[in-house]
């Protein structure tokens, strides 16, 4: 299955900047995702990130708060804009293989924003 | 829409003490029921797919089973390093993106 390097692990933040995390695959993949995940809650999907053509937002989640880039078959960024205390999650990266069903996720992203 | 509810939210075991944890789900169209095993501070691991009614899977001490309404992660005598947040997900219908309970909390006790 595909490993995934995501970076940076943690990150503390002043409110209204914005960060970008980077995940990285060792392999080309079709499709890959990026959840937040509240403390102590489950996984939520932010969005797809499609190769070639913007990102398939879900419900509550928006492009510009949220814009998301997939320059090719191994990369995606998600940024976090403008930046506010209720942005302090962690952020999750998933891909799924072009063959088979795996999904494998990266390793996450702590943010706090003070 | 997609649902999926996992119980118990929490389970402490004494080690050896074998127990399972449930997933019920509601798709339309199940393309594959996932588990996932997530310790603090990292993404989840994959454990297990599953894609029809009867199937099974076993690695070490965990065996998940999938009916047409629910799947069971079971732990047969479980050791302290069995304690995580147990995930099941589910992927269905032309959706690609998987869809998750809140999961179970499990500690083992030694």
């Known amino acids: 299955s595909a490993v995934i390097s995501q970076k940076p692990s943690r990150d503390i933040c002043q409110r209204g900047t914005s960060l970008t995390i980077q995940c990285q695959v060792d392999?080309?993949?079709?499709?890959m995702f990026w959840y937040r995940q509240q403390p102590g809650q489950s996984l939520t999907l932010i969005a797809t990130?499609?190769?070639?053509?913007?990102?398939?937002?879900e419900s509550g989640f928006v492009i510009d708060k949220f814009p998301i880039s997939r320059p090719n078959l191994t990369f995606s960024t998600l940024t976090v804009s403008n930046m506010s205390p209720e942005d302090s999650s962690i952020y999750l990266c998933?891909?799924?293989?072009?063959?088979?069903?795996?999904?494998?996720f990266g390793s996450g992203t702590r943010l706090t924003v003070v | 829409e997609d649902q999926v509810t996992q119980s118990p939210e929490a389970l402490r075991l004494q080690e050896g003490e074998s127990s399972s944890l449930n997933c019920s789900y509601t798709?339309?169209?199940?393309?594959?029921l996932f588990w996932y095993r997530q310790d603090p501070g990292k993404g989840p691991e994959f454990l297990f797919t599953?894609?029809?009614a009867g199937e099974e899977k076993e690695k070490e001490r965990l065996k998940a089973t999938l009916t047409k309404k629910e799947s069971f992660l079971h732990i047969t005598a479980p050791k302290p390093e069995d304690s995580a947040t147990y995930l099941c997900?589910?992927?269905?219908?032309?959706?690609?993106?998987?869809?998750f309970g809140s999961g179970t909390q499990l500690t083992v006790l030694p």
């Open positions: 997900a589910v992927a269905s219908g032309s959706a690609r993106q998987l869809t």
């Open positions: 998933s891909a799924r293989a072009s063959s088979g069903d795996g999904y494998t």
């Open positions: 990130a499609n190769q070639g053509s913007e990102a398939t937002y």
């Open positions: 798709v339309s169209g199940l393309r594959g």
């Open positions: 392999s080309q993949v079709t499709m």
């Open positions: 599953l894609y029809s």
